[in-house]
């Protein structure tokens, strides 16, 4: 297995993160990491999507787990690994917010494909969070 987790802490309000998060069709205007994205239904267990990042092939990914208001969960399954995102939201405390983006790899090629892949897929989570956060702090 290959973990990683990122975290940032901001005054802006659980469900206002919220709402760019269940908002995907809006993801590329905050989140460079994202060309282009094809949303197969509501931001609901089970729904396919399809994002592009800039200059790279499209990935075909599914939500899997949502907890409204707290955490959403996509991955990504390649048959010998499975890239699972979680995004969540704490309250460390009264009137701050901590998001959090964690990704594993998991799966009989977790070992050989985690080093190499994680790092590339979770290079981004400081830009990605501080533009979310921006978003939802303005």
Do not use: C
């Not at 297995?1 to 975290?7: A, I, N, R, T, V």
């Amino acid at each position: 297995m290959w973990e990683y987790e990122y975290s940032v802490e901001t005054t802006a309000a659980p469900d206002t993160l919220w709402r760019h998060w269940s908002d995907m069709a809006a993801w590329p205007r905050w989140n460079d990491g994202i060309e282009k994205i094809e949303i197969d239904g509501p931001f609901a267990v089970g729904t396919g999507f399809t994002m592009t990042p800039p200059g790279d092939d499209p990935i075909r990914m599914r939500i899997t787990e949502i907890v409204r208001g707290e955490l959403f969960v996509d991955e990504m399954d390649a048959g010998d690994f499975v890239v699972r995102t979680v995004h969540r939201l704490e309250r460390p405390q009264e009137g701050r917010t901590r998001v959090v983006y964690r990704t594993e790899i998991t799966g009989p090629a977790a070992d050989q494909v985690g080093p190499e892949l994680g790092p590339a897929i979770t290079a981004d989570f400081p830009e990605v969070v501080a533009a979310l956060v921006k978003l939802a702090e303005g």
